[in-house]
């Protein structure tokens, strides 16, 4: 059973991570979450759930309005061959969420460590991030360095590079 928003705003307290969470109409791409701009400052996120041909998995981190190469992403990442999106099904499997509400807070979900945590670099920059509390239907601002000491308290050492363009 995927943890809920409590179970992982209880897991970032344990760490004694702050965060700040919004709650929105649901919210499925990139163009629903822009209208809350102003609202919500720092870095809004896109995700990407990948894979390659030998089935590993892939959760790419950029800022919103970042450009991804989706046919030389693989190079960067560390995948066996080109990749296209996951399914749905595998999404919910390992990272506990649905299309439309994919985020790195997913990792805690991902006990098996099987997904492959990338964030772009550039999102770093700034000193905020917003990404889903695995729902659409908020919004919750994390300090980017708790972002990475969160990954990391769920097994997942998050590698960092520049993946847009």
Do not use: C, W, Y
């Amino acid at each position: 059973m995927p943890k809920t928003p409590a179970d992982l705003f209880a897991f970032l307290d344990g760490l004694g991570i702050a965060v700040k969470t919004v709650s929105h109409p649901p919210l499925f791409t990139v163009a629903d979450s822009q209208s809350l701009r102003g609202e919500i400052p720092g870095g809004h996120t896109k995700n990407l759930f990948l894979k390659d041909k030998k089935d590993n998995f892939f959760l790419v981190t950029v800022e919103e309005d970042a450009t991804v190469d989706l046919k030389t992403i693989h190079q960067a990442i560390g995948a066996a061959s080109r990749v296209s999106f996951g399914k749905p099904e595998a999404l919910m499997d390992l990272l506990g969420v649905i299309p439309g509400a994919v985020t790195a807070f997913g990792a805690i979900n991902d006990t098996g460590g099987k997904v492959r945590v990338v964030i772009d670099e550039p999102l770093l920059a700034h000193g905020i991030v917003n990404a889903h509390p695995l729902t659409n239907e908020a919004t919750t601002s994390i300090a980017a360095d708790d972002l990475l000491r969160f990954l990391n308290a769920t097994g997942h050492e998050a590698v960092i590079l520049k993946v847009s363009q």
